[in-house]
């Protein structure tokens, strides 16, 4: 369409969320451009039945994380979403990842009031294996020969469809940082019986 539209799509792709990265790219829009963006994808409606597709990536991913209910993480993000009580809300509201965010932030805080301790995290990978990690807090060290940091958040996927934080962890076993995908968190433990009280 000789829009600058797509190209700002794809210029962050894996790097945000690909709902924010679609609000971003309309923003820099015109109403002209928009318009033209609105007519064709009308068009497509008409063409390919778009909103079929849009309908049936939705239950899929609806489906595959029904799946997944008992996990941590979906658990400690169902009160985020029930705040919302409209289906449109609640589904964008997962779309944002914004239970996402809040549960990396909490374990970022319970990591910083532990540290030097660990947490023990089971995760499903993103091959599908259930793998088990200890994380802890680690300060970023920069050195002559070299620096350790976390690593940049990023999104799987190529859509809102597939796509979920991994966020990084220091693996205090393999002294390394680590993605974890964080809808994906099957359990929370501590050597601490008041954190796992609070992880429960």
Same mark, same amino acid.
């Given at each position: ?43 497509? !409606? ?5 909103? =079929?597709? *849009? /309908?049936?990536?939705?239950?899929a991913r609806?489906?595959? #994380?029904? +799946? %997944? ?23 964008l509201h ?36 259930? !793998? ?5 807090? =680690?300060? *970023? /060290? ?8 976390? #690593?940049? +958040? %990023? ?46």
């Amino acid at each position: 369409m000789k829009i600058r539209f797509w190209e700002s799509m794809s210029e962050n792709k894996g790097l945000v969320n690909p709902v924010q990265a679609i609000l971003t790219a309309k923003n820099s829009l015109t109403d002209g451009e928009m318009n033209k963006v609105l007519r064709v994808m009308e068009d497509l !409606k008409v063409k390919y039945r778009y909103d =079929e597709y *849009i /309908k049936r990536c939705d239950e899929a991913r609806e489906e595959f #994380l029904s +799946d %997944r209910e008992e996990y941590f993480s979906s658990k400690m993000g169902k009160p985020i979403a029930e705040e919302n009580s409209s289906k449109m809300s609640t589904v964008l509201h997962d779309m944002l990842g914004v239970s996402d965010l809040v549960i990396c932030n909490w374990l970022d805080s319970i990591l910083g009031k532990i540290k030097p301790e660990v947490l023990g995290v089971d995760y499903e990978d993103l091959d599908g294996n259930i !793998k088990n990690v200890n994380i802890r807090a =680690e300060p *970023i /060290k920069v050195t002559k020969d070299y620096v350790s940091a976390p #690593l940049i +958040d %990023r999104y799987t996927g190529s859509s809102q469809f597939d796509s979920f934080l991994l966020r990084s962890f220091f693996d205090a076993d393999e002294k390394e940082w680590i993605y974890i995908p964080v809808r994906f968190i099957i359990s929370v433990k501590s050597a601490n019986t008041q954190i796992n009280s609070e992880t429960s």
